[in-house]
């Protein structure tokens, strides 16, 4: 079946725009997560969906971003008011929670937000 | 909580040698342990995963992996190195007790000189 897919795979904006990253899981994965990867560096945790819960978004950076998850679907990263160092990789990923326990995650390609 | 180390931020072999890539965790609980591969401007693909089940885990391109409990050490090998191994390799520990689940270490980059 498909897997996980971002978009855009490629994003230019002017600083102080707003931007929305569009990311759709692999279909009956309950859970999601949204990362951030900068040039050269490893995988920032930003927000992580699962179910109904209340999402955890203990590792969004400012209140300049937010996420939605429409049900077990699609879910939108929106970014305010872009600053220059916000050009990265945001990355999702979701995974299949089963009998309680999560297994692997699946990534999507990324989108590359670059911010002038 | 849970927490990962990478012990090397970039290891450098030759072709056709052995890899070893160092990784220990920190866990309340038993987790589930993952290696993933991230080739230059590529996704991130799963290389294997360990679950509780067999304590030597073969992953996909000739590497594996064993889990030491005693040692909180889930190390990456492969008996021969190819070109084609040059990427960044990160190590995950989860446990569904742990609220987003899945820590990342924060990834060693292998080269692989001809």
């Known amino acids: 079946g498909a897997g996980v897919s971002q978009s855009p795979s490629n994003k230019v904006t002017e600083k102080g725009k707003d931007v929305e990253l569009r990311c759709d899981p692999i279909?009956?994965?309950?859970?999601l997560y949204w990362y951030r990867q900068r040039l050269g560096q490893g995988l920032e945790f930003l927000i992580y969906?699962?179910?109904?819960?209340?999402?955890?978004k203990s590792g969004l950076p400012s209140d300049r971003f937010s996420a939605e998850r429409t049900g077990e679907s699609v879910s939108t990263l929106t970014i305010q008011r872009t600053q220059q160092e916000d050009s990265a990789v945001y990355l999702c990923?979701?995974?299949?929670?089963?009998?309680?326990?999560?297994?692997?995650?699946?990534f999507g390609p990324g989108t590359r937000l670059t911010v002038l | 909580a849970q927490s990962v180390t990478q012990l090397d931020s970039h290891v450098s072999v030759s072709e056709g040698t052995p890899v070893l890539l160092r990784c220990n965790y920190s866990?309340?609980?038993?987790?589930?342990l993952f290696w993933y591969v991230q080739h230059p401007n590529k996704g991130l693909q799963l290389l294997l995963k360990?679950?509780?089940?067999?304590?030597l885990v073969k992953g996909i391109n000739g590497f594996e992996a064993e889990f030491k409990k005693s040692e909180t050490s889930f190390h990456l090998t492969k008996p021969s190195a190819h070109m084609s191994d040059a990427a960044e390799y990160f190590c995950?520990?989860?446990?569904?007790?742990?609220?987003?689940?899945?820590?990342f270490g924060p990834g060693t980059r292998l080269s692989v000189l001809p």
């Open positions: 990923a979701s995974s299949l929670v089963s009998s309680g326990r999560h297994n692997e995650q699946f």
């Open positions: 995950v520990v989860s446990h569904y007790n742990y609220g987003q689940n899945f820590v």
């Open positions: 360990y679950t509780s089940a067999a304590t």
């Open positions: 279909s009956g994965h309950t859970a």
């Open positions: 969906f699962q179910g109904n819960s209340a999402p955890d």
């Open positions: 866990s309340s609980y038993s987790p589930s």
